[in-house]
């Protein structure tokens, strides 16, 4: 069996879909994770931006790769496979649909997560562009060999994975060390037995992750879109308003494009 998780960015997983990855390891399962950026600006100071960063996020992502488990030379079993756009400026056009295709098709996945963009509980643009490109690649497959889609980021889920290791995301997310602390990591574990506990109304005595399971049915992404296309355009409007410095300079003043 085969999972390949699609993100935006790197830590995605971390706070998504965790727990699901180091079952799936742990069952035997070939685990492949798609990094559409490398977080060239996920920092709010200047001199970080671009190149000096990436390559921080990088090796932070594949430490905290390396959490879920290694093989005998040390290597994380996770296969990380960098995409290559920048961060805040994944297109959503029919050149990277493409190119995501083909790597679905060469990966052959039986499971694919990724964020959910039509229930979406994050709106940065990324991960917006990351869950349409993902969905309409895995829809325009064969339904006999069309993997299994689960998307996370969602308010509309349906489909709970039980957790059996509630540590291991805040063990992998402690390797991005330029995005926490000890202090952060501390407060982050029970900050997410709270969130899973309140979530038990909808998983019952288990604690466990959440996607919205995607069926490709008529009508399956519609049903609340007049409100969350209102919610998208006032908070994306929001986002690209308040975030004007925080996406300067440009990916060419920065010699990244």
């Known amino acids: 069996m085969k999972l390949l998780i ?36 996920g920092t709010p100071r200047d001199e970080f931006k671009g190149r000096r ?56 996945p039986d499971v694919i997560i990724a964020p959910d963009s039509f229930f979406s509980l994050d709106l940065h643009p990324d991960h917006l562009h990351t869950g349409w490109l993902a969905y309409i690649a895995v829809k325009r497959i064969d339904p006999d060999k069309r993997p299994e889609l689960l998307l996370y980021h969602s308010y ?30 501390k407060i982050l574990l029970p900050l997410r037995k709270l969130f899973y506990f309140i979530r038990r109304r909808k998983t019952g005595p288990v604690i466990a992750e959440g996607f919205r399971r995607v069926h490709f049915t008529p009508g399956e992404n519609n049903l609340v879109r007049p409100i969350h296309r209102m919610l998208y355009h006032f908070f994306a409007r929001s986002f690209a308003g308040n975030s004007r410095e925080y996406y300067t300079p440009t990916p060419e003043e920065l010699g990244i494009r």
């Open 53 to 108: 960063i990436r390559r921080i996020r990088m090796q932070e992502m594949r430490d905290a790769a390396k959490e879920y488990g290694t093989d005998d030379d040390g290597n994380p079993l996770i296969n990380l496979i960098w995409f290559g756009e920048i961060d805040g400026y994944l297109p959503f056009n029919a050149k990277v649909l493409q190119a995501l295709e083909r790597l679905i098709e060469d990966i052959d």
């Open 6 to 41: 699609v993100n935006a960015h790197p830590d995605d997983a971390e706070f998504t879909c965790a727990s699901t990855c180091l079952q799936a390891l742990q069952l035997g399962w070939k685990v492949d994770e798609i990094l559409m950026t490398s977080d060239e600006y």
């Open 156 to 185: 509309n889920t349906n489909f709970f994975i039980p957790i059996n290791e509630i540590g291991i995301q805040v063990r992998a997310w402690s390797r991005h060390r330029s995005q926490t602390s000890p202090l952060k990591n």
